[in-house]
């Protein structure tokens, strides 16, 4: 079955830096686009970043973009998420996300697998 699978959450100081990693398994990693959502405590989970299947096109969120940067290597099955300069408000519950398409978009509806969350803290 499909497995997406987060890690490298945890508790950083504002204006650190943190890398998450999703291993997926059960589908044709390569052939998927992939996302990364959040969610914050009272609030809807909202998108931060997407990756096309190859690595080609990337997409973020205004509020992370020049901050984050997507990747991913497809012969590890794993996708990436590095987060510098971290700021109080990124704190959220951290999603990785699979797409059954090459390429996706923003909304939690293109895509249909989902891991079960990483924490991320941002003291400030």
């Known amino acids: 079955q499909v497995q997406l699978v987060e890690s490298g959450g945890g508790l950083v100081q504002a204006g650190g830096s943190l890398r998450l990693s999703c291993a997926a398994s059960g589908f044709t990693f390569s052939r998927s686009a992939m996302g990364w959502f959040r969610q914050a405590p009272g609030k809807e989970r909202e998108f931060v970043a997407h990756?096309?299947?190859?690595?080609?096109?990337?997409t973020y969120a205004d509020s992370v973009k020049g901050r984050f940067t997507v990747s991913r290597d497809n012969a590890k099955n794993t996708v990436y998420l590095q987060m510098n300069s971290l700021k109080p408000e990124d704190t959220a519950v951290y999603y990785c996300?699979?797409?059954?398409?090459?390429?996706?978009?923003?909304?939690?509806?293109?895509?249909?697998?989902w891991g079960q969350g990483t924490q991320v803290t941002v003291s400030s």
């Open positions: 990756i096309g299947w190859s690595g080609g096109s990337t």
């Open positions: 996300a699979a797409s059954r398409a090459i390429v996706a978009g923003r909304g939690v509806y293109d895509y249909g697998y």
